[in-house]
């Protein structure tokens, strides 16, 4: 199997991942109108429409202007990372406030969404900045941004390069703990990465879960 068929499974799997993302955008809007900003619909179809591009372009790799296709994946993840955030800020607004509009359940399903869109959209920056990524960069090992635990054993594994789902474990693992688990970032943007999820994971699980559950309770 060639590198660019093992591009493209990657890609599908990171691609399913960038729309079960937006969908959970969708289902936090749909849960509560005021949780999102500005014109809702015109930013998931300008998502929807940023990701239908990448995904043309994985298709055709010989495509010219890789670098627009870079700036238009920077600017997908940008919209959804933005979005999300705007989100846990809306929702800890309305925490706060005495004329709140949100059930116990609307908290909940609200805060499940953003977790895991944190997640997901986060395995897509860590893909993309050290990996082929949404634009199929070529993935260098002297230009990386983690060191995973594969690297330090280059005999028992002669050529491994990581793929998404490995970035997804790394994500998953960053959301929960608030720290990487065997892999460790080894540049400062990768580090500002992560530091900016476990800031939002936090959030969401200390702040708005915990009061949903008392909410629940009440």
């Known amino acids: ?66 670098g627009t296709y870079r700036t238009a994946s920077f600017s997908l993840l940008g919209l959804i990372t933005i979005e999300n955030i705007i989100s846990i800020v809306l929702v800890l607004r309305q925490l706060i406030s005495n004329a709140s509009s949100l059930s116990g359940y609307q908290l909940l399903g609200s805060a499940v969404a953003i977790f895991l869109t944190n997640i997901i959209v986060f395995a897509l920056w860590y893909w993309e900045i050290d990996s082929p990524g949404l634009t199929g960069k070529r993935w260098s090992r002297h230009d990386r941004d983690f060191l995973f635990l594969q690297h330090d054993k280059p005999h028992d594994y002669p ?51 915990a009061r949903s559950v008392s909410i629940l309770g009440q």
Request: hydrophobic share 50%; aromatic share 8%.
């Open 1 to 66: 199997m060639n590198k660019l068929t093992l591009y493209r499974q990657d890609f599908a799997l990171a691609q399913t991942a960038l729309f079960v993302a937006i969908c959970l955008q969708i289902v936090t809007w749909a849960n509560n109108g005021n949780l999102s900003f500005g014109p809702h619909p015109l930013i998931i179809l300008s998502e929807i429409a940023l990701a239908a591009i990448l995904g043309m372009m994985a298709l055709h790799p010989t495509l010219p202007k890789r």
């Open 159 to 209: 050529g491994w390069q990581p793929n998404f789902v490995d970035y997804l474990y790394h994500s998953v693992t960053n959301a929960i703990n608030f720290a990487p688990a065997d892999t460790r970032p080894i540049t400062r943007q990768a580090k500002l990465l992560m530091g900016a999820q476990a800031l939002v994971s936090v959030t969401t699980l200390a702040l708005i879960i």
